[in-house]
């Protein structure tokens, strides 16, 4: 029952947050976008960053062995992946408002 629990919540999850960013999704800007690249290049880029992206989650999990924390490569990934989220959130969020707040108490 946790079980299906935790995969109901992680789809609705997932769910949600496909639906918020396709809420302000261009569908036809993307299809010719991606139409400019060759699928060869496309796959180089794409396997380019899955690669370093596995490097960074090793790293990771080596930062955290020699803390003293076991870390399977998986968890590793996944806080790769939490730290890029937070970050993209923190740059493309938090940073632009707390710059417009700061131009506007100085006008």
């Not at 995969?7 to 918020?20: F, N, Q, Y």
């Not at 060759?38 to 955290?64: D, K, P, Q, T």
């Not at 989220?85 to 506007?104: Q, V, Y």
């Amino acid at each position: 029952m946790r079980n299906f629990i935790r995969v109901t919540l992680s789809s609705a999850l997932l769910t949600g947050a496909i639906l918020l960013a396709a809420q302000s999704f261009d569908l036809h800007q993307f299809q010719e976008g991606l139409g400019s690249f060759g699928a060869g290049h496309l796959s180089v880029v794409i396997g380019a960053i899955m690669v370093s992206s596995l490097f960074a989650s090793l790293r990771v999990r080596s930062i955290a062995a020699g803390l003293g924390y076991q870390m399977s490569v998986r968890d590793s990934i996944a806080v790769l992946s939490l730290g890029q989220l937070g970050g993209a959130h923190l740059l493309s969020n938090i940073w632009p408002a707390r710059g417009a707040r700061i131009l506007l108490s100085e006008t």
